[in-house]
């Protein structure tokens, strides 16, 4: 019997991500317990006191100890220079204890991220965010995947959007999330065919009316409203917004719910995915590294 989705006023499939996190959760536990709990450890590095970096560091490690992980926190000032940085990462890169590195992003200003993510050895890079794991996803090679980007592509999967053949439109290109949204929805066994929508595309909605995926990344509050969405598409929301409002996405989920196939609520959507892909990259490292029974 093929499963009945939870639907949306509106009719479409709501995407859930806070549901497909807790079983993915729930599935590392199981895995980490089934092989006699070796030590999985996650390492997080917090630069500053900016409160929502501090927010999502706190629910990266209440999630990995539910996941059966341990975690490592490194927390250093908002006047730590440089060099204190890349010493705190650098430890955390030469300590076989420790699986997966994440640093939180951004640094604050006057720091150089690159300088710092360079210091992540490729097993590490668990957020796939340093440019031999970005270079090894480009090339197909085995790597860490971003884990935004993953997370989307999580979602589709479990909720049965089918992306061989399909359209797809990304609207973002960064480094983080849209650039390697595009190299995932078009990669072999896959095989959407993506268009990298950005801020100088000229008649942004009617591309993405084309569209039979939309993943929105682009951090303008409810950017995508029912007229980019041909009727039955899937809407897939990554942007946050800090406005008057509280926090808002990229999409206007109460107009597009109407006219989507499915769609994914914000919050509950890609935020807990992201945390999810994290966690299965923290197991795939500990792998990799020969700290994990294959
Ligand atoms: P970014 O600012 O680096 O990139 C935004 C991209 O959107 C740029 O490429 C820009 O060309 C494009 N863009 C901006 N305005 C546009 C417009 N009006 N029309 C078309 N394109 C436009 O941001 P990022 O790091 O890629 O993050 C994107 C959003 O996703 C942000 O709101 C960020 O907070 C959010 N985010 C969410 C998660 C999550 O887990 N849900 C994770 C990472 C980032």
Known sequence: MTEQFELTAGGAVLMNGNR?????????????????????????????????????????QRKAAEAAMESRHVELGA????????????????????????????????????????????????????????????????????????GVMRLLDRYGVATSGSRAVVIGRSTLVGLPQVLLLGRKGVDATPTLAHSR????????RQADIIVAAAGMARLVTADFVRPGAAVIDVGISRTTDGIVGDVDFEAVQEVAGAV??????????????????????????GAFPD
Request: charged share 20%; with cysteine; hydrophobic share 40%.
């Open 20 to 60: 497909l996190r807790d079983e993915i959760v729930a599935e590392l536990n199981a895995e980490i317990t089934a092989a006699g709990g070796p030590a999985v450890c996650l390492a997080t590095v917090l630069v500053g006191d900016d409160k929502p970096s501090r927010i999502y560091v706190r629910n990266k």
């Open 79 to 150: 006047d730590a220079s440089q060099s204190e940085v890349e010493e705190a990462v650098g430890g955390l890169a030469a300590d076989p204890g420790v699986h997966g590195i994440l640093v939180q992003l951004p640094l604050p200003e006057g720091l150089d991220p690159d300088t710092v993510l360079e210091l992540i050895p490729p097993e590490k890079d668990v957020d796939g965010l340093t440019p031999r794991s970005m270079g090894r996803l480009v090339r197909g090679q085995r790597g860490h995947v971003p884990c935004t980007p993953l």
């Open 201 to 208: 595309t000229p008649e942004l909605q009617e591309v993405c």
């Open 264 to 289: 994914t609520p914000m919050p509950g959507g890609t935020g807990p995915m992201t945390i999810a892909c994290l966690l299965q990259n923290t197991l795939a490292a500990a792998r990799m590294l």
